[in-house]
């Protein structure tokens, strides 16, 4: 039996908020950093060592996930329990992984869930392959050789994060060619200006990404980069030929029999979950082929398998989510710092930032009452080491503290490395990164100078693994997705719906019709010029 | 005369605290609005209104400014104060702006400062233009198509912000032919690989820009791609000729004579304020034209005079440096978004978080002793409307407040827009610069429905001008810069070194040589693979 209740009316509660923090600045040792690490899906691991949690406080963090029944709740959600309250629906993104966990069968608006995805990634897999093949060409005969995804929010961030990151992959990956990818997300025309100067149309075809098939940013992107077409001039070029959408099957996309394809996602996928449905898997397999697109599936799945196990202490993911109740509702931090020593996974910490701070930024729990704790933290970052030459000042030496979660790899995505003062590139980025979790957690006094001194204590986890393939990148997305749901069931509230975006949605509209006599509207209306 | 105390030891820090703050949620209206508008460089503007500062309160302000002396404090820093006390050093990035305020002369290590700046700026005018018309041409003859910054940290945030920023100028900017920038910052051997992959390298010019001459990134990434171009087998091809250098005239770099050229800048040029230098200059004036790069200078200059102003009601950049101690010190916010609706300027988020991070993320004053108060905040922002469909549900209905800046323009920067549904692109990218700013002040009730009410009362303010062209990009620049600069003159902080970077490179080297018995890095170091 599955109770909801909110954080403040749990017994552990009082009693984490009540637990002083383990002193990582003097006690972190070798012996603590070994032990404290937990194994994940493939060759990744989760080490907390530098957080400040001992092993009493872990008891209650066990106590207080087992309270809230956290793992019952994530079965119930694979299970296709009504999760997302507040729009009373399923949620399945865990189902997109192109296989159920256990066998679960999932039914509803008539069919069995994972058959629809797993159909719809079939799909994938033809269209990708007679598109890089050759065998499906732009309306003018011309070979596809750039695919423009147009979406926002959650039809652009993760795909776009995913795409950058497996830039450098090749044959040892699966990847036996390269299409280019590009995104147009804003509804600035300057966006779409910039993607489609000097491109070859001829040889582009357009990925048209909304649940809805009403978002107004990419309906405007849409008629925007149509129109450059039909201002081409280019013989032959017919714009709808060079168009595929990802849209649910009652979207006003889905009824266009003159585009190239369609690809089915449904209201049980949240945008910011959807980077493993089709609104991720069209433009990763025509890029670098369904077959990698398939191994960052099967390291989801795997990463999802691995969150089921109900002991802490054996799952990374949970352990790492409960660390960050500890650090958001008993000592108080208002932010997590995400950093990968990874240039490939440069827009990761902006999915990251809209997966946590979309899901978990709500004030009312899931039956929509007003909760009396904070909710999700503000999440930030940006690639190590390039980070360190800019905002980590603050954090070693500002007046607050930024927990910080950091993302390595023993050896490079590519191939390219060199040997400079006796050690490469790549041990030189590792070296930093170890060099920074020390620094961050034990410090280093200075008496004499205050201005060199630093406190020390600063928390931070590591996850890691052996390279950023496929697998592992599915299997990194999986483990903040699951983080941010576990979290959210500690919170009791609803990590799956976005109202806070509506009110915009109203205030734009009232903008674009003349203000309707809103005078503060009209008053900013004026100054920007409209 | 100029003192210099605390904070918490002024007359009005503790008048300020007790302030409680102005209600935007009822009291925001058109009056108000078209009022707290503060006219800056060009057609810049602040506009404070949803702010939650009134008359009383900007008095305060106004009178805590007085009393820390901002303005002669700047006007000291302008004419040649030791201002960074840390390092003992001048401080004076307004200077490269290529011209003097009030014709002011700074006397440094025997020369005239405006003088020496002025010079490198001639170098790079005759250099970029050579370039730029093929007179300087690659090893084999070929002209030089791209350009690719190594630099790590405030030799590439702003660089590269400012280069995205210019991406759809044209000849109306005084932009008549743009070369190809790239950027190659982080150790990791992957982003080095990412850039140069594919290049012709007989038409790339490479800038190595670090101001000592021993940045471990910034020499790891010359070796690598002087690797890449020995690896080549282009016959002829040397290396050294396609190589430039910003550094100070002290370094290691400046003394090669086997490269094409070496442009200076020095000690009293901190990384996060050289954009205006050699640093942003070789490579906006070869990316654009040094026309382009003068238009930024002279937007710069001139709000570096507007700051002058000691009337907070009629200084915009004051007004929003004091509008953030209140929002810091009295109100406790401990972050700000910096929120541009201008898809050009996708990186300057990033190049104002470390400006302001590494500025004032500090916690001993100028004399170094430790401070009774929070500094600098964090940092972090994207793109609007991107960020609408992200992360702004928890700046709408998290538990949190977080304090906005806007940043937008009333004209597109490129030539592409379209009409759909009744507005172009750029219009709806205003209306919703305008309806977000409405929406986060005022808010929306719904008692029925929690889940769907907007509790208000989210400060923001609003940095607009009417097009992103140069002259704008480096006023909007140093706004920012003098911002930070107020900012650390307020809470009596040195804003221009940064010790806390210090420790993660000491323990970096230790690593690199084994670790020398540190059993944490050992232990580190033995997950990572090292």
């Known amino acids: 039996m599955i109770n909801y209740k909110d954080l403040d009316l749990t017994d552990n509660y009082a009693v984490l908020k009540a637990k002083k923090p383990f002193d990582i600045k003097t006690c972190l040792n070798a012996d603590r950093i070994r032990k404290s690490n937990i194994r994940e899906a493939g060759s990744m691991s989760y080490n907390y060592a530098a957080m400040p949690v001992d092993e009493d406080i872990i008891d209650t963090l066990q106590a207080l996930a087992d309270e809230q029944q956290l793992i019952e709740k994530y079965k119930a959600l694979l299970s296709g329990e009504r999760m997302n309250t507040g729009e009373d629906r399923l949620v399945l993104h865990q189902l997109t992984r192109g296989r159920a966990i256990d066998g679960l069968k999932v039914m509803a608006d008539g069919v069995e869930k994972g058959d629809f995805y797993n159909q719809e990634l079939e799909k994938i897999r033809v269209f990708s392959e007679k598109v890089r093949s050759g065998e499906i060409k732009g309306s003018t005969g011309k070979e596809i050789k750039t695919v423009i995804q147009i979406g926002i929010g959650g039809s652009d961030l993760g795909p776009r994060a995913l795409c950058y990151a497996l830039n450098l992959i090749g044959p040892q990956d699966g990847c036996t060619k390269k299409l280019e990818a590009r995104f147009i997300s804003n509804v600035d025309p300057d966006d779409a200006c910039a993607v489609v100067s000097g491109l070859d149309l001829e040889s582009t075809l357009f990925i048209l990404v909304s649940k809805s098939g009403t978002t107004q940013e990419t309906l405007a ?152 704790y904070q909710t999700g933290p503000v999440i930030f970052g940006e690639p190590g080491t390039n980070g360190q030459h800019s905002f980590y000042q603050l954090l070693h030496q500002g007046t607050d503290i930024v927990p910080m979660q950091f993302i390595g790899f023993r050896n490079a995505q590519g191939e390219l490395d060199n040997m400079n003062g006796g050690s490469t590139s790549q041990t030189k980025l590792k070296a930093n990164l170890v060099a920074q979790i020390v620094a961050f957690a034990c410090g280093r006094d200075n008496a004499e100078n205050p201005n060199k001194s630093f406190e020390g204590s600063r928390p931070s986890s590591l996850l890691c693994a052996d390279r950023l393939d496929p697998f592992t990148l599915g299997a990194i997305l999986a483990h903040f997705e699951n983080k941010v749901m576990f979290q959210g069931f500690v919170w009791n509230i609803n990590s799956f719906d976005q109202e806070g975006v509506q009110l915009g949605k109203i205030l734009a509209k009232k903008v674009l019709a003349g203000c309707e006599g809103d005078e503060n509207l009209e008053a900013y209306a004026e100054i920007m010029g409209i």
């Open 221 to 372: 992107n849409r008629d925007l980069v149509f129109k450059v077409m039909r201002d081409s001039g280019v013989q032959g070029l017919v714009p709808e030929k060079h168009v595929v959408a990802v849209t649910s099957n009652t979207s006003p996309l889905a009824n266009n029999p003159d585009i190239l394809a369609v690809f089915f996602m449904d209201d049980y996928i949240g945008g910011r979950y959807s980077a493993t449905s089709p609104v991720g898997g069209v433009i990763l397999s025509l890029t670098y082929g369904f077959d990698v697109f398939k191994a960052i599936l099967d390291g989801a799945h795997a990463e999802d398998v691995c969150a089921l196990e109900s002991d802490i202490r054996k799952n990374g993911t949970l352990m790492d989510a409960m660390i960050g109740i500890y650090l958001r509702n008993a000592l108080g931090y208002p932010y997590t710092a995400v950093l990968p020593y990874s240039q490939s996974l440069h827009r990761m910490p902006a999915h990251f930032q809209q997966l946590d701070m979309e899901s978990n930024g709500k004030h009312v729990n899931r039956f929509g009452k007003v909760v009396n």
